[in-house]
């Protein structure tokens, strides 16, 4: 089963490739080895003996591309985050990024429906629900985290009502439109951060934004999460000042993250990822 499993997997990950080699998007590797991490609460990057830390995106030396010139860019390879192991989590995985200048999420969410039906998850043509988490907690949580943001009671109720909830709808959701708080490197429009999440029967896949690209503004989220790891004793990283001066040079640009091992297994009819994982 294993063998087969993983058969499977390079298939997939070869139409993926084919996918976006066809569309005019050039494939890049970045370093997996980074001196400095995009301080994120919560998510924390095993430290290397002789210096710096393997990353948990390319996020950051993906968009120091973008700056460069590059116009569409994607990367499948190897990520790590330490403390998460379970049914859907390894400390180390497989994702899919990729980022296009001079587009939004909405061109992003476009590129992955195409690429969902291209695999054969869903029909071409046939929308994904769309419910903006705003709409999300009204309905399924009863509060209005605009009115009332409480960061643990917001993660809390997205992992225990709302993800099943989505769940219950069936099929592929993009949650969208997140409160400014939870920007991260997301763009704002007004009051809300140009970011959604993709779920397929529940299982959330993939994360997107239309990026921001004011170096000071991400300076300033940057030493807020650094300041918040420290108060919860989470390691503190360096800030990467090649990425912040190269911000501003990317101009108006979108990207995803994307599980892997996640698609494969959901493509396959697996529960957990462990299963279409080569064994440790």
Request: proline share 5%; net charge negative; charged share 25%.
């Amino acid at each position: 089963m294993v063998v087969q499993a993983l058969e499977e997997r390079a298939r997939i990950v070869r139409a993926i490739r084919s996918f976006f080699d066809g569309r005019g998007f050039v494939e890049v590797s970045t370093p997996v080895r980074i001196a400095a991490p995009a301080p994120e609460c919560h998510i924390d990057c095993p430290p290397v003996s002789t210096g710096g830390f393997l990353r948990a995106s390319p996020e950051l030396q993906m968009k120091k591309l973008l700056a460069a010139g590059m116009e569409r860019i994607y990367q499948i390879g190897p990520c790590f985050r330490d403390g998460e192991r379970g049914e859907r989590h390894s400390p180390e995985f497989t994702m899919l990024e990729w980022y296009r200048r001079g587009e939004t999420y909405s061109a992003i969410a476009d590129d992955l429906s195409a690429l969902l039906a291209s695999l054969g998850l869903g029909a071409a043509g046939r929308a994904a629900a769309k419910i903006t988490v705003r709409d999300a907690y009204a309905r399924f949580a009863g509060w209005d985290p605009w009115t009332a943001w409480d960061a643990d009671r917001f993660d809390f109720d997205m992992a225990t009502k709302i993800e099943p909830a989505l769940a219950g709808i069936g099929g592929g959701v993009f949650l969208a439109d997140y409160p400014a708080q939870a920007a991260s490197l997301a763009r704002l429009r007004g009051d809300v951060a140009e970011r959604w999440e993709f779920y397929w029967d529940g299982v959330e896949l993939a994360n997107c934004f239309s990026e921001l690209c004011d170096g000071g503004e991400q300076r300033r989220r940057f030493e807020s999460a650094r300041a918040e790891r420290r108060a919860l004793g989470e390691s503190d990283y360096p800030l990467d000042e090649g990425f912040l001066e190269a911000v501003g040079a990317m101009g108006e640009a979108a990207g995803v993250a994307l599980g892997v091992d996640r698609l494969v297994a959901v493509l396959l009819g697996e529960r957990g990822i462990s299963s279409v994982m080569a064994p440790e």
